[in-house]
Antibody, heavy 118, light 110 residues
């Protein structure tokens, strides 16, 4: 059974940093692109970043470029999102998801809440 | 990287059909055959319902169908059921390994 479990969310002050983790199981992690998607409270989904199977390519939404960094450790079946210079507008539930056919995402974690507030 | 445009809400009675539109540009929806649709119930993670414009993942009822014409994609749900009440999001590939979501549509089953 495919499982994605996020962790690392919490309350952080504006300008602070946080590192999210996503533990994957039930599939060959190293064979899939992976994605982070976020959802601000009461708002819609927003694609944040994705990373190629071997970590050699990474792409970001404009609003997080230069502040967020996606990475992975295939030996540990884990995906990460390092978030620096956090802003109030980064407050959201962050989902880890597995990429599938046609740039869709077929499995999602339960999400981890990041709150940026003083 | 502008969000795709969806109606904020749609509604229908049990057994009826509803269609949710998703309008983008020639740089995303109109330019690729990579539109997907997600269903999200309150407090839950999104669930993939349609990929590649019109393909259904295993386990998704054939009441759900997708299509595209020009810069607009559509999700049609036929034979509405109470459990279909949820938020629905479209998503399109926008080139250069970037994805863009729609703003979401709340489906109410009357």
């Amino acid at each position: 059974e495919v499982q994605l479990v996020e962790s690392g969310g919490g309350l952080v002050q504006p300008g602070g940093s946080l590192r999210l983790s996503c533990a994957a199981s039930g599939f060959t992690f190293s064979s899939y692109w992976m994605t982070w998607v976020r959802q601000a409270p009461g708002k819609g989904l927003e694609w944040v970043a994705n990373i190629k199977e071997d970590g050699s390519e990474k792409y970001y939404v404009d609003s997080v470029k230069g502040r967020f960094s996606i990475s992975r450790d295939n030996a540990k079946n884990s995906l990460y999102l390092q978030m620096n210079s956090l802003r109030a507008e980064d407050t959201a539930v962050y989902y880890c998801a597995r990429d599938s056919n046609g740039w869709s995402t077929d499995y999602w974690g339960q999400g981890t809440l990041v709150t940026v507030s003083s | 990287q502008s969000a795709l445009t969806q109606p904020r809400s749609v509604s229908g009675s049990p057994g009826q059909s509803v269609t949710i539109s998703c309008t983008g540009t020639s740089s995303d929806v109109g330019g690729y055959k990579y539109v997907s649709w997600y269903q999200q119930h309150p407090g839950k993670a999104p669930k993939l319902m349609i990929y590649d414009v019109s393909k259904r993942p295993s386990g998704v009822p054939d009441r759900f169908s997708g299509s595209k014409s020009g810069n607009t994609a559509s999700l049609t749900i036929s034979g509405l059921q109470a459990e279909d009440e949820a938020d629905y999001y479209c998503c399109s590939y926008a080139g250069s390994y970037i994805l863009v979501f729609g703003g979401g549509t709340k489906l109410t089953v009357l």
